[in-house]
């Protein structure tokens, strides 16, 4: 074959036949048997969860222990108050 015209020579011929670990076809399509991958994969899919599932529910459970934490401490000045006045008998 000559060189320029589109078409594999010589040596990189010889490599592609016997198919050498390394060489491989110029491609942009995915290929799952590459590790990095499948870690990038899993990686995205674990933050695409919790940007989903955990941050909604943080958020949640932060509001609903100031609410809790509010009402306590309105409990706690209401007895004050009621401390502080005289008994009534």
Not at 3 to 30: D, H
Not at 60 to 79: P, Y
Request: proline share 6%; glycine share 12%; aromatic share 8%.
């Amino acid at each position: 074959m000559i060189p320029g015209e589109g078409g594999i020579s010589g040596e990189s011929r010889i490599l592609f036949a016997f198919e050498v670990p390394g060489i491989q076809q110029a491609g942009y399509g995915p290929n799952m048997h590459d590790s990095g991958t499948l870690f990038f994969l899993l990686m995205t899919g674990l933050a695409g969860t919790m940007a989903l599932v955990y941050f909604p529910l943080r958020l949640f459970l932060t509001a609903t222990a100031r609410s809790r934490r509010l009402r306590l401490l309105q409990r706690i000045r209401r007895l004050r108050d009621e401390l502080g006045q005289p008994l009534e008998s």
